[in-house]
């Protein structure tokens, strides 16, 4: 079992107890303590109170010797020992004082006295102060004050026990203990990471109450892809697939066309493949939207006619014409819709249809699949491309010219 050592800062005035001092710093050796004594500083200089105040911090216990000097004082008046101790106070530290009798310093020699001249009252002050410590001593010479040291020092630890020192080979019942936790913490926290694991492959990465929410992460998508397609001359892909498209779609035609204004190399150096489907509005199943959301039609075919025509005025400033847009329409109602960017992220919900065959859209939750992460997730991509697929080759391909819009003839 390992032996903990604690650290204890003696402070005092210096010249009139420089033996004193001596014989504390011993009693704390042969206590096998580590003691903690500022004679190296200059008490007036403000750099060095940071570095006490720090050694004050750092030790266990604190210990104070008061004889017949107030000692060096600070700006306001008030001695650096004095300071020390109030720190220590504050800071709540155990505290350990020694206080000189008055009949023991009158019988010192007066080779050894420091008579007090200047700082009387402060002194007097401080010396009441010091006595109102619950731990204090009186004492009258060097021997006796290194006797009640050591008695009052072992007192305090066996009352008040701080962290103290262990060497870092030796093994204490509290080491063994924290290992022990520390190792049982370590298996939790692995089985943690694998359940985490394991629910990403079977879960979403995220669920979102609508497209408006899942928008930010699509944005961030978008943008770092754009950037990743410019620098490696990729193509960047987007198919998206639903009713009409009424909330995802002029988001994704915003981005491209906003960004394009921004910065025409940011989006105009990028190869863009933008395939679209959505219901037929000939197909019977229309109605059930055109009751509940009059207009949508209108408004999705002008959102779609303004990114044709930004795809246009691409096309033009680009040799190799690589910019392809695609609208089919199909006849069938879809199961789901979504938003699929560069075949890896699947921003996918399902159409909400009760009973009854009405559209009840609004309550859907969004989720957001990754290519790779699980079966879960490439299950459902795969499917999104079947159905996505089924609607491409099986869907009417609209009449209209500005529906059509094909920069490759495909």
Known sequence: MGTR????????TYKDLKKERAA??????????????????????????????????RCDYYALIISDKYGSVDENGTSYTEREFDYAEEIGKPILSFVRSEKAIKKLPNENRYIEKTYINELKNFRRKALANRMCEIWNK???????????????IEANPQ???????????????????????????????????????????????????????????LEKLVIECREQDEKLKIRAMGLCLHKSFPKVSDFLIQNYKKDKNKISNVRIEMRLQTLDPNCSSWKLLDRRWPNLLESFNNDRDDLIDFFEEMRKEKKDNDMFIKHTQYTHMPNFHGLL???TDLFLSDCAWDSKKKLTAGKNFYEHYKAGIGEIHDHKIKLYKRWFDYGRYNGSTARDKAVLYDAKNQ
């Open 5 to 12: 050592r604690y650290s204890i800062f003696v402070s005092s």
């Open 24 to 57: 504390i710093l011993k009693a704390i050796i042969n206590m096998k303590h580590i003691p903690v004594g500022m004679e190296l500083f200059r008490a007036s200089d403000n750099s060095q109170w940071e570095v006490i105040k720090k050694q004050i911090n």
């Open 142 to 156: 060097k021997y006796d004050l290194s006797t009640k040291f050591m008695h009052s020092l072992m007192d305090e």
């Open 163 to 221: 962290i103290g020192w262990v060497r870092a080979d030796e093994k204490s019942p509290e080491y063994n203990f924290i290992l022990e936790e520390n190792r049982k913490l370590s298996n939790d926290y692995r089985g943690l990471v694998n359940f985490n694991d394991e629910l990403k492959r079977c879960s979403p990465l995220s669920i979102y109450k609508n497209f408006d929410h899942a928008w930010f992460d699509i944005e961030k998508l």
């Open 341 to 343: 960017i560069n075949d």
